[in-house]
């Protein structure tokens, strides 16, 4: 059974920093990695999305790198603002017939301070 | 345009009402998901659609009954629900099952009282 985990599970940083967010899964054998932003009782706001065959993916600030054979997956965000303030949620899904299933992880709660 | 749009964004029932969710999507995806997701939880699949057939069911209870009425709509009624289906409702849409990227609504927030 896929188990997706994230570390921290909160962090608080002064704007401007740059910081990472890592996730981590148990089974290799992913279709795909995707990374979402969740605000406070809203949606999931896809950020990112790493095919299995790919090392990573970039959209403006954000940059996101897959590493399948450990398990691994960060998410680096540069020059942080108080407007990145959300909970942040990687989600594998499985190669082979269950791959519509995302599994989520836990998120990490991001506060970014002005 | 990359939206899914839900309705309500706000329900409150009792547990003999009867009671349905809507979420719309227009970007030709023919997949169709519907999550649940209790606080400080990640989301948990509920259902999948593909071209328009239910094609899994992830042991849900009875009490909830998804329809997916064309490609572009998806509901789930609601029925004798309990205080514990109280959570975020959540429906999603992909271009083909498992393909590439999932888009989010905004979610129905239900509380069953």
């Known amino acids: 059974k896929q188990e997706v985990t994230q570390i921290p599970a909160a962090l608080s940083v002064p704007e401007g920093e740059n910081l990472v967010l890592n996730c981590s899964f148990t089974d290799s054998a992913i279709y795909n990695l995707q990374w979402f932003r969740q605000d406070p009782g809203k949606g999931l706001t896809s950020l990112l999305l790493?095919?299995?065959?790919?090392r990573e993916q970039t959209s403006g600030r954000l940059n996101a790198s897959l590493d399948k054979s450990s398990g691994r997956s960060t998410l680096y965000i540069a020059a942080s603002q108080p407007g990145d303030s959300a909970t942040y949620l990687c989600?594998?899904?499985?190669?082979?017939?269950?791959?519509?299933?995302?599994?989520f992880g836990k998120g990490t709660l991001l506060t970014v301070n002005p | 345009d990359t939206e899914v749009t839900q309705t309500p964004k706000h329900l409150v029932m009792g547990m003999t009402n009867k009671k349905s969710l809507k979420c719309e999507q227009h970007?030709?995806?023919?997949?169709m998901y519907w999550y649940k997701q209790k606080a400080k939880k990640p989301p948990e699949l509920m259902f999948v659609?593909?071209?328009?057939?239910?094609?899994i069911n992830e042991s849900v209870p009875s009490r909830f009954s998804p329809e997916c009425p064309n490609s572009s709509l998806l509901n789930l009624h609601l029925h004798a629900l309990q205080p514990e289906d109280s959570a975020l409702y959540l429906c999603?849409?992909?271009?083909?099952?498992?393909?590439?990227?999932?888009?989010f609504g905004q979610g129905t927030r239900l509380t069953v009282v």
């Open positions: 999603a849409s992909s271009l083909q099952p498992g393909a590439a990227e999932a888009f």
């Open positions: 659609y593909s071209y328009e057939k239910l094609s």
């Open positions: 790493i095919q299995s065959s790919q």
């Open positions: 989600a594998v899904s499985r190669s082979g017939g269950s791959n519509y299933k995302l599994t």
């Open positions: 970007m030709g995806h023919r997949a």
